[in-house]
């Protein structure tokens, strides 16, 4: 279940909804409130939605700052050709299958163990699971394997890799107030600024 008051729309200064209780015979109700606030519970701070803007740079700083040094180190090494017309079918789909596994690696492991990746910590975001905890390792993995999975699908992984940011791009902008895309929707993450 996602708690829709730890966000607060970042356009608006609007209070919180209040935290909502599942009931199991009926629809989510709220919670009793009382005239003065409990002192043992601390309030939760309020959350902002991370801008689609922020995601999308993160994302670019990522991509780059991973398929860039296995460009070098495959082009050092002589196993990818310095040129691609030098590199046939079987080495370029060799090259998608290994940039999908690093990546993969990469994103879920820094998301589940940092809550952020090299490009969120310096644009300021973190994923979050929709309840305000840490990501755990499955849902860090549901949320990427969307995107690097495209990779490793013949001929058509590069439109796949294209489309796949895109949607999540669109996703993202459509859910307002909470900006969460389909693979946040899917993994039961958000992503906030921090």
Known sequence: MFDEHLIRPAETDAPPRPHLTPVPDGPPRP????????????????????????????YIIDCLSVTLPLAIAGALSGVLPVSAEGLGQGAAYAAAVTSAIVLLIYFATAEAVFGRTLGKRLLR???????????????????????????????????????????????????????????????????VDR
């Not at 519970?41 to 689609?52: D, F, H, M, S």
């Not at 995107?147 to 949607?167: D, T, Y």
């Open 31 to 58: 919670l009793p409130t009382t005239a003065e606030p409990d002192a043992s519970v601390e309030p939760q701070p309020v959350l902002r939605p991370a801008t689609p803007g922020a995601r999308v740079g993160a």
């Open 125 to 191: 975001c973190a994923v979050i699971a929709a309840d305000g905890g840490p990501v755990t390792l499955r849902a860090a993995l549901l949320r990427r394997v969307v995107f690097v999975g495209g990779l490793v699908v013949p001929m058509l992984g590069p439109l796949l890799a294209f489309a796949a940011p895109l949607a999540m791009l669109v996703t993202v902008i459509q859910d307002a107030p909470t900006g969460r895309g389909f693979h946040d929707q899917m993994a039961g993450t958000l992503v």
